[in-house]
């Protein structure tokens, strides 16, 4: 299982010390989307030319004009960009396209998404990885909880990572599940000491995969 850290309302600065002392822990470093907002693709070009042997995620959550921002994500050095599973199945099909010329993938971003009909139509549109994501602003209200697995439940073809307030006491009830990749965020990112809090993730992950 992949750690993948996300960095979302950080600025340039914070991201880069924040990645300095937690790189070692984490597998993929995922831009944010706001990040990306605030300083364009650039920052992709700079956290990719700074960490090379990492899987870098920009998270572009594109939800129409697929071909222009899968180019835009793939051309500034991400390995991985998103797109909306709500967006219209062009808009997939067309990120999945350019994702094939540069040897690159799309993570397709459940956001929102609570019937399986939208899963079956993903898969036959080719779809590989797909994250299960309770969002920012749902988490003030409520958690990511077991139950949201059962959306993916019977789809054995996806590769799954899964978001959404994910903490260290969280974070074993959602090993259970054998996603292949946990995307956390806040927990590491606003902890009082990133690098701990990301190994005690990673060793979370370790201990599980060694035990199962
Ligand atoms: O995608 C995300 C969210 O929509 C904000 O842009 C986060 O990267 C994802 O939810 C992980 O962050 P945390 O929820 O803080 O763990």
Redesign the pocket.
Known sequence: MKLQL?L?RLTKKECFQILKETHSHVDWI?I???VIKEYGMQIVREIKAAYPHKVIVA?M?TCDAGRHEAIQAFEAGADIMTVMAFSADRTITDTMEVAKQYHRQVMV?L?GISDQKRLFELESLGVELVSL????DS?LEGELHAGMFRLLQGFSNFKIAV????HLESLPSILEHKPDTI?????V?KAENPAKAASKMKGLIKEYENDH
């Open positions: 996300a979302d995922e944010g989307t706001g998270d959550k971003d956001l994501h309770f969002g920012k988490q978001a959404g307030g994910i995307i956390v965020g806040s927990a990112t």
